[in-house]
């Protein structure tokens, strides 16, 4: 399973959000530095209101949704890539996780300190992706040293010192690697690094329960700053996240609409990261279950297979598959199939997102 990293300054809200995210209190909260010292891991399912919608066209017993893994990984301090405030710990955690979520204060709030003393979401990115660039830096530069002896008889090696060298000017420029441009062959070369600042990144801007329908001034500032990574910005209150936990769930929907919003953001959090994972959905679905898979892009129809089982991949013989939107538009199988809309797919076929997907398969 993809990991997401849940990664910011100390008390801007990150260990609340995933205490949120896993509906439990795993994760300490607290109003000081420092409270999440090993990193918390939770697993959340991903919100998808199409389950719902299989289930019913199949009478399932029972749902099954997709799940994400996320790691509260403690707060970073300036100087971390210098070993400052466990730096180097808490570095190499983020170096573990496939993706990051970089939680930002967007909220004033009195009663928790800002370990600046202050309120700049824009400073607090530089002070993360900052600390983020030095490392991969230091880490490209003693990369290149040791790269630079084995290219003399090695091409491999010469192939690997050409991107480093692409990629040591951008971080000497202060820019994350994710600008770098290189090939697909040319990142698998340095996938084994883990740079830091070359994993993808989306900002879960964190809101007070007064600016989640419409953000703020701050967001809006932060959206402009993260242009050039490319990075989808996600509000979210977690203390709007926090007191739904304490909420029966009749009441949710209530205090949700009180505040303008149909969600307090982590719904749509979870599947922004989903997707920032290259994460897709195909379905199966029966009187026994309707399920989720989880796939990444690109994967061909026996590689799905192989994810329910492997011997599924190894006997594929074929995949009758109907999209989501025709199948519940039409209300059943039978109905799809009578409109010649349930197709035979082969071991070429590329799985689309929202497939519903039966397998046919030799033992």
């Known amino acids: 399973m993809l990991k ?3 990664v910011g300054l100390p008390n801007v809200g990150k260990s609340t959000l995933f205490n949120a995210l896993v509906a439990n209190a795993k994760a300490q909260a607290a109003n000081f530095p420092f409270c999440t010292i090993e990193p918390n891991v939770g697993v959340v399912a991903v919100p998808d209101r199409r389950l719902e919608s299989l289930a019913k066209i199949s009478s399932s017993a029972e749902i099954i949704p997709a799940r994400v893994e996320f790691v509260d990984i403690a707060g ?11 730096g180097n710990q808490f570095l190499a955690n983020i170096r573990e996780v496939d993706a990051i979520v970089h939680v930002v204060r967007c909220f004033e709030n009195d ?17 993360i992706n900052l600390e983020l660039a030095l490392a991969d830096l230091s880490q490209i530069e003693r990369r290149i040293e040791r790269v630079r002896k084995q290219a003399r008889t090695h091409k491999e090696a010469q192939a690997e010192l050409q991107v480093l060298e692409i990629l040591l000017p951008v971080l000497n420029e202060g820019k994350s690697a994710r ?10 070369l340095i996938k084994p690094l883990g740079l830091l600042t070359r994993k993808p990144v989306i900002y879960a801007a964190n809101v007070s329960e007064e600016d989640l329908a419409t953000g703020n001034e701050w967001v809006e500032k932060v959206r402009i700053m993260t242009q050039p990574d490319q990075a989808q910005v996600v509000i979210v209150s977690a203390q709007v996240e926090a007191e739904l936990i304490e909420l029966p769930e009749a009441d949710r929907a209530d ?7 149909e969600e307090g953001g982590l719904k749509s959090l979870i599947r922004a990261t989903y997707e920032l994972l290259g994460l897709r959905t195909y379905f199966t679905t029966g009187p026994k279950e309707t399920r989720a898979w989880t796939i990444k892009s690109g994967m061909l129809a026996p590689q799905a297979a192989g994810v329910i089982h492997t011997d599924f991949e190894r006997g594929f013989i074929r995949a009758e598959t109907v999209s989501y939107d025709e199948l519940a538009a039409l209300g059943s199988m039978n109905s799809a199939k009578e409109k010649g809309l349930v197709r035979s797919e082969g071991k070429d076929y590329i799985v689309q997102e929202g497939d519903v997907m039966l397998f046919r398969f030799n033992v």
């Open 111 to 127: 009663d928790i300190v800002h370990v600046s003393g202050s309120i700049d979401p824009l400073r607090d990115i530089d002070i």
């Open 4 to 6: 997401a990293g849940i």
């Open 76 to 86: 970073l301090v300036q100087g971390a890539s210098q070993g400052e405030g466990l």
């Open 255 to 261: 205090f949700l609409e009180s505040l303008g919003v």
């Open 179 to 188: 600008q770098a441009v290189l090939t697909e062959a040319e990142d698998l």
